[in-house]
Nanobody, 112 residues
Framework: QVQLVDSGGGSVQAGGSLRLSCAAS????????MGWFRQAPGKEREFVAS???????KDYADSVKGRFTISRDNTNSAYLQMNSLKPEDTAVYYCRQALGYWGQGTQVTVSS
């Protein structure tokens, strides 16, 4: 059983930055692609970014391209650097491993 722990959320003003982290409980996390998703109040959960197991391939939602950067290291962690945050980025952010495991979510609130 893989456990993913999301952290790093918080409240910032528009234009600010946050860095989200996703820590996995098992070493095999590094063998799979992973992604970040978000869910705003009253909306469906949506894709934000993904990264391959090697880190060489990345994909982003159009709404975050040029502002967010997904990365991972050689341990069991992955990250989402979020710059130039906008109020519409307000949501609960979840990491997801390719096998279907989800983190518990971390709240990001951006005020105008």
């Amino acid at each position: 059983q893989v456990q993913l722990v999301d952290s790093g959320g918080g409240s910032v003003q528009a234009g600010g930055s946050l860095r989200l982290s996703c820590a996995a409980s098992v070493r095999t996390f590094r063998n799979y692609a992973m992604g970040w998703f978000r869910q705003a109040p009253g909306k469906e959960r949506e894709f934000v970014a993904s990264i391959s197991w090697s880190g060489n391939s990345k994909d982003y939602a159009d709404s975050v391209k040029g502002r967010f950067t997904i990365s991972r290291d050689n341990t069991n962690s992955a990250y989402l650097q979020m710059n130039s945050l906008k109020p519409e980025d307000t949501a609960v952010y979840y990491c997801r491993q390719a096998l279907g495991y989800w983190g518990q979510g971390t709240q990001v609130t951006v005020s105008s």
